[in-house]
């Protein structure tokens, strides 16, 4: 009997666009048909996008999705690929029963989370997501009704058994009764989000689950990016032992073809995609992140302020890197305390990537403002970046730009940006990364470039200069950032500690750190709620993430002594 050939299709999704991600679906599968594939895997909510939230509540978007699953099996087999096994994720509904009256009328209809195998024309077989994650992004348990049954699909004579991403995170469940039904693989459909060392963690889980059931575990992961998530796709194929045996690149659409070999056969090799580095990982997300939310809001160029400095030069280089330096537009509005080298410096870096580079000074807009309403100290330095923010939203109105706010994660802790001025804006590409790798990302981008990563003679996109002066704001004479905060590196440190790993105060001290440090970093992060609730989105790549995971102090008072 020949072995069968597994297909991994790790695609990119619209939540919402049923008919654009059922195009999707005919065209991958027809590929994999090409590719001799028997089966051909999706990620989960294939047809739906991922997350589709509230939309799974409304019955007419549910309706919708149905219509397309079915029309996608009629075209399957009108297109000469009826035989090929189609397993696509999508949004199904149930009856809910109160479990304390059986016999009783079948109770609403409520959304699962649906894994479904077309074949012949039909919907052959439906299994609906047992264990729904309720914590971090995710909120299906209020959204979903949970599946009970098991399910196992005959692919080409073999028994392959079929679950949804959280049901091989939870121990128990479906996959514990895999073995009772001697399945020969275990195929598990994701939209898995992307955080920084995440797939260490799915690969170890997965050589679990691939123990557990004495069989290879195929993970085909969602790609692309929705909102602020991420999807790196990264699907892949691990033996019984845990070695993979086949992998996908991170980040890019990809079929994985795999042939599941007899039981008693040491397991078939596929095509293995090298690891990323971790600078270059978390760069490609960013970059992904940002195409993703420039297009799927029917945006085709960005805007926002090029100052020079390293945090406006690597969201140059990101948006550059998405949606082509032809579409970015860098605008200069230097004030009387912009200096000449900041100046040249986004020149420079508008040349490198090609970018429409324009100059539009603020000293005269400012000194009208302040001719009506006199300002000194701090609210003269704001109103200099609230000037900023006008301009850039103007050019955002008359032209249809997105706007970026280029503030990364240091900055929003610690309440250091300036809420309408340099936080306006529709979308913040470096919003999760910390300012110590800010520079880090910028010189791998760099040295990306001199290596040939992104193409033949490409000279790198950031100015040195950029990168190695002290950062300042330049809202008044000689300023630099460390006027007003901590080293950067030692900052971050701190930060890590108290925002990723939620250590107190006692546990700070306790590990060696400076009290007026410690207390003036936990003041300003505390104080600084307020403003990171009205920054835009941005993407997530570690796994806690400003606006999404988290709810810090906004009082000191509750902090041991």
């Not at 075209?75 to 189609?86: C, D, I, M, P, R």
């Not at 304390?100 to 989370?113: I, S, Y």
Request: glycine share 8%; aromatic share 6%.
């Amino acid at each position: 009997m020949p072995s069968p050939r597994i297909a991994l299709a790790q695609i990119d999704t619209r939540v919402g666009d049923v008919d654009a991600n059922a195009r999707a679906v005919l065209d991958w599968s027809r590929r994999a048909a090409e590719a001799g594939a028997d089966l051909v895997v999706f990620p989960e909510m294939t047809l739906t996008g991922y997350p589709i939230e509230d939309l799974a509540l409304r019955a007419s978007f549910r309706r919708g999705a149905e219509a397309a699953l079915q029309s996608t099996a009629a075209a399957l087999a009108t297109e000469g690929l009826g035989n090929l096994a189609v397993l696509v994720g999508t949004v199904g509904e149930k009856s809910v029963t109160p479990v304390d009256a059986p016999g009783a009328p079948e109770g609403p209809r409520r959304p699962t989370n649906q894994a479904v195998l077309l074949q012949h024309g039909q919907v052959q077989v439906r299994y609906d997501k047992h264990h729904l994650p309720n914590y971090g992004v995710f909120d299906e348990y209020r959204i979903f009704a949970a599946g009970d049954d098991v399910c196992v699909i005959d692919v080409a004579g073999r028994r392959v058994g079929v679950v949804v991403c959280e049901d091989i995170w939870q121990d128990g469940g479906p996959v514990s009764q895999m073995d009772e039904n001697e399945v020969s693989l275990l195929v598990v459909l994701n939209a898995s989000p992307y955080e920084e060392g995440k797939g260490h963690q799915r690969v170890e889980l997965a050589t679990r689950r691939a123990h557990e059931v004495e069989a290879p575990v195929a993970y085909v992961n969602l790609v692309g990016a929705q909102d602020d998530l991420v999807f790196d796709g990264g699907s892949f194929v691990i033996a019984t032992d845990g070695t993979v045996v086949a992998r996908a690149p991170q980040f890019v659409e990809h079929l994985l073809v795999w042939d599941l070999l007899g039981d008693d056969d040491a397991p078939a090799v596929g095509t293995i995609a090298p690891p990323l580095d971790p600078d270059e990982e978390v760069y490609r997300a960013l970059v992904t992140g940002l195409r993703g939310y420039v297009s799927k809001n029917g945006f085709r160029s960005v805007v926002f302020g090029m100052s020079g400095g390293i945090d406006s030069a690597l969201v140059a280089a990101i948006a550059a890197d998405a949606i082509g330096g032809e579409n970015v537009v860098g605008v200069s509005m230097p004030s009387v305390y912009s200096s000449q080298h900041s100046r040249d410096d986004a020149a420079d870096l508008a040349e490198r990537i090609g970018a429409d580079y324009r100059v539009q000074p603020i000293s005269a807009m400012v000194e009208a403002f302040e001719r009506e309403l006199p300002l000194d100290g701090l609210a003269e330095e704001n109103l200099q970046a609230r000037m900023r923010g006008v301009i850039l939203m103007a050019l955002s109105n008359s032209e249809g730009h997105l706007v970026l706010a280029p503030g990364n994660k240091t900055e929003l802790a610690v309440g250091y940006s300036t809420i309408y001025g340099d936080a306006v804006g529709g979308f913040a590409p470096i919003k999760d990364v910390d300012k110590s790798r800010v520079w880090a990302l910028a010189r791998w981008r760099n040295h990306a470039a001199i290596d040939g990563v992104f193409g033949p003679d490409e000279i790198p996109p950031i100015p040195e200069s950029s990168i190695t002066k002290p950062p300042s704001a330049e809202l008044r004479p000689g300023q630099v950032d460390q006027d007003s905060l901590p080293p950067y590196d030692l900052l971050d440190e701190v930060l890590d500690a108290y925002v990723e790993h939620a250590e107190g105060r006692a546990e700070l001290l306790a590990r060696g750190f400076d009290p007026d440090v410690v207390d003036k970093v936990l003041t300003l992060v505390d104080r600084a709620e307020w403003k990171r609730r009205q920054y835009p989105p941005g993407t997530k790549v570690t796994a806690l993430a400003f606006g999404r995971d988290r709810r810090l102090p906004i009082t000191t008072r509750w902090r041991e002594p």
